[in-house]
């Protein structure tokens, strides 16, 4: 039987923030953007959710439903540092850790009994060392699963410790709505409503063949879950198992629609550098490369084109994503939302005419001198010049390039 941690930290965001300025302690504080900007919430203080304000709502519903509030706008490096002490921290109590988000971890724990003690115990002291190194709160959840793990560290919050006893999983869970469910969103929801299924207990008690033929492996899945087992998803590998990223994106979306052709390709180049960043990092080199353009009306196109040689160059991706918008940017249009989507792994690198493969090179050994300058100085240390006009401020992810213990190999 194995022993499962999951350790998510309280308010990480706005907890940091409360760390570089105390005078926001106690007070209702959003962090991803100001009032007036299109972005969402990254995250809320425990003063502002009681107001209903949560993360990834729309910045300016947050600030209806609670103008007081003191809106962040978010510093994405500190919370990195911060991880990295998080994940520091948790590989004192397991050789196995896995960071979900940035904000959030796995632990397994099996046979760590005779270095820490019972599971509760373990997670006491955890509790503790949490605090010492970073001055931050965290909630700990324990089960034989990570599916009840995870469960059980939200319904610990804030600040708290809960374990489900081997052998418990099923009648703890029964009561739960299913949303509670990981992988449950809204849709979800509502079609398991829709057949009368509200509490965990509810889709427990359903035939496997039932939840297969409604919902295809998903339902098998659901059945697997609701009797407290880790299946589907993010639970269908080993804690620790080295797992590239299947595809690269960033997004942006603009504060005022544009139909500014400068502007929107100087974004696009942006976007690029930002991909092209992640690509080096991991090793990978991208043979699909993918626009996506939202109009003002919210109607979205996507349009891919694949390469013949795979590429992590920023000028490369940005000259095939120039091509993509220019053929199918209707003109005059404003422009609402710009993402650039890297996928299609080719393996290694491949060689190319005389003329082209020296030109690649040297900007081989630029970017190279650019992403050390980055990991000196900050991601905006240096840019393109094609990138200046499209610059904007990194939004506050859950998910950021690299997360703590998931160090790309170079």
């Excluded at 005779?114 to 089960?143: D, F, W, Y």
């Excluded at 609701?226 to 990223?245: K, N, V, Y």
């Excluded at 390709?265 to 690029?272: A, I, K, P």
Aim: aromatic share 8%; net charge neutral; charged share 30%.
């Amino acid at each position: 039987m194995r022993t499962y941690f999951h350790v998510d930290m309280d308010a990480f965001f706005v907890s940091v923030e409360e760390l570089y300025d105390p005078s926001l302690k106690g007070k209702p504080v959003i962090v991803g953007g100001r009032p007036d900007e299109r972005g969402v919430v990254s995250a809320a203080s425990y003063a502002a959710r009681k107001f209903g304000v949560h993360s990834a709502m729309p910045l300016r519903t947050a600030y209806k439903m609670c103008p007081q509030a003191i809106f962040v706008d978010g510093h994405p490096e500190r919370y990195r540092e911060y991880s990295e002490k998080v994940y520091e921290t948790l590989r004192g109590f397991s050789p196995l850790v896995e960071m979900a988000s940035i904000d959030e971890a796995y632990l397994d724990m099996t046979g760590t009994e005779r270095l820490h003690g019972p599971p509760l115990r373990a997670a006491h002291q955890l509790h503790q060392r949490m605090k010492e190194a970073t001055n931050l709160n965290c909630s700990v959840g324990i089960a034989t699963s990570r599916l009840v793990a995870k469960i059980s560290s939200d319904q610990a919050k804030p600040n708290g410790v809960l374990w489900v006893i081997p052998g418990s999983e099923v009648a703890y869970l029964a009561p739960l709505d299913v949303r509670k469910v990981p992988g449950v969103g809204k849709v979800t929801e509502k079609n398991l409503h829709a057949v009368g299924i509200r509490k965990v207990g509810d889709l427990a008690r359903l035939d496997e063949r039932f939840l297969e033929e409604r919902f295809g492996k998903w339902g098998l899945a659901l059945a697997g879950k609701s009797r407290g087992l880790d299946a589907g998803g993010w639970f269908d590998t080993e804690i620790g198992a080295e797992e590239g990223p299947k595809s690269i994106s960033h997004e942006h979306t603009f504060n005022e629609d544009t139909a500014d052709v400068p502007q929107i390709e100087s974004t696009l180049s942006h976007l690029c550098e930002m991909v092209g960043r992640r690509l080096r990092e991991h090793g990978l080199h991208a043979r699909t490369i993918q626009l996506k353009l939202r109009y003002s009306d919210f109607s979205t196109i996507t349009r891919a084109h694949s390469v013949a040689r795979g590429t992590q160059i920023d000028t490369e991706l940005f000259e095939e994503i120039r091509q993509l918008f220019r053929a199918n940017w209707r003109a005059g249009w404003p422009v609402r939302l710009l993402g650039v989507h890297a996928s299609g792994w080719a393996q290694g690198e491949e060689q190319m005419d005389l003329l082209g493969e020296d030109r690649h090179e040297k900007w081989k050994q630029t970017l190279a001198a650019a992403d050390r300058l980055r990991d000196r100085f900050g991601e905006k240390a240096v840019s393109l010049a094609a990138s200046l006009r499209g610059n904007f401020r990194e939004r506050t992810h859950e998910n950021p390039a690299s997360l703590p213990g998931k160090r790309p190999k170079k």
